[in-house]
């Protein structure tokens, strides 16, 4: 994925086993590795501006994520059943699916479960 500068966000499988997204700047030589916790390479997205990227994560339960793309702060949204997410353009709702029927949307900055 691109965000609206020109940097490059993918995943990609690591040395572990598990799945990470890297970040790679238009100028930079080198990408840098956003997260560690993907459960599928898959399952992820960034927002529009490319700050955020939104991920369910690989432990039990499979919870969704949101952490910052460079590497902070990173917070658990909601505690399991989190899947598929997307963020809409102004970078304020979510939407996932909660591993049954149906989309479940909320605030970016903080979904109930």
């Not at 990470?20 to 700047?25: E, F, K, L, M, S």
């Not at 599928?40 to 910052?68: A, E, H």
């Not at 990173?74 to 059943?81: F, V």
Request: aromatic content about 8%; cysteine-free; charged content about 20%.
């Amino acid at each position: 994925m691109l965000d609206h500068l020109g940097t490059l966000l993918y995943s990609a499988l690591l040395n572990d086993g598990s799945f990470g997204v890297y970040r790679r700047a238009a100028d930079a030589t080198q990408p840098a590795l956003v997260t560690n916790r993907l459960y599928s390479p898959d399952g992820w997205t960034i927002t529009r501006d490319g700050k955020i990227v939104v991920f369910t994560g690989r432990d039990r339960g499979f919870p969704l994520y949101r952490q910052n793309t460079d590497g902070s702060g990173l917070a658990k949204l909601i505690e399991r059943n989190g899947g598929g997410p997307a963020t809409t353009a102004d970078h304020r709702t979510l939407l996932y699916s909660s591993f049954g029927p149906g989309l479940v949307s909320g605030r970016l900055n903080g979904v109930a479960p």
